[in-house]
């Protein structure tokens, strides 16, 4: 009996679709989506949205970026430093990145109260350094949850 119902328990999950925009020849920037689709049709999460301030989260951002590179990503400019994790930049592109940020703060802020694991569906967020991105990771979303 323990078992099944550990296995009925859903798994509080932040998400949100403006995450996803098409910015690479992959589709790591959209796959998520379907994940998140894939997993509520099986009633195997619970979704909480992410509260999103613009200002907020590129000042966070900043907090652990350079901000030359931030303002780059928010940008678009200079071109070089905007794509430097290998996505097409675009104002779309840069919001989702923006978005996946408050998400992965307000999934870490669940986590400390939630009575298991919550999920937080992104891709990438672990090769960025401080003043580029890279391997199609923009920012680095493990920095940003330990401050």
């Known amino acids: ?3 099944q119902t550990t296995h009925n328990q859903q798994v509080p999950t932040v998400f949100s679709p403006r995450y996803c925009c098409p910015a690479a020849a992959t589709n790591s920037t959209e796959k998520q989506l379907a994940v998140v689709r894939a997993a509520q049709a099986e009633d195997l999460i ?3 949205k992410a509260p999103f301030d613009e200002d907020e989260a590129w000042a966070s951002i900043t907090s652990v970026h350079d901000p030359a590179y931030v303002d ?3 940008t678009g400019h200079p071109e070089r430093l ?3 994790q290998g996505f097409r930049w675009s104002p779309r592109f840069a919001n989702s990145v923006a978005r996946i940020w408050a998400g992965h703060l307000a999934a ?3 986590a400390l109260t939630a009575p298991m694991m919550v ?3 992104v891709s990438g967020a672990h ?3 401080c003043a580029s991105g890279s391997g199609f990771c923009t920012f680095n ?3 940003g949850g330990a401050v």
């Open 1 to 3: 009996k323990e078992e």
């Open 108 to 110: 870490c802020r669940l």
């Open 119 to 121: 999920l937080h569906p």
């Open 127 to 129: 090769h960025a350094n």
């Open 141 to 143: 979303f493990l920095a």
């Open 72 to 74: 780059a990503v928010r």
């Open 46 to 48: 619970t979704l909480h």
């Open 82 to 84: 905007a794509r430097s």
